[in-house]
């Protein structure tokens, strides 16, 4: 679990089935073939990870969420 919140299909990354070997490896040759939307998806992925999973990120909104059960 949790990929699939670190992970937008399509816009940071490909998500696929667990238990579907043949679309891991499409899609696997899919991004080797097009080195340009590999790329694109590595940065936005970055991107996202930083905007929503960096340290910054979650103290933030862990102390939100501390703020928020104090009142």
């Not at 790329?39 to 703020?67: C, H, K, N, P, V």
């Amino acid at each position: 679990g949790g990929v699939g919140e670190a992970v937008a299909d399509g816009e940071t990354g490909l998500l696929v089935s667990r238990d579907r070997p043949q679309e891991l490896g499409a899609a696997l040759v899919a991004l080797a073939r097009d080195r340009g939307r590999a790329e694109a998806l590595g940065r936005a992925g970055r991107e996202r990870q930083q905007r929503a999973f960096s340290i910054d990120a979650m103290t933030g909104r862990y102390a939100e969420l501390l703020g928020a059960v104090g009142r």
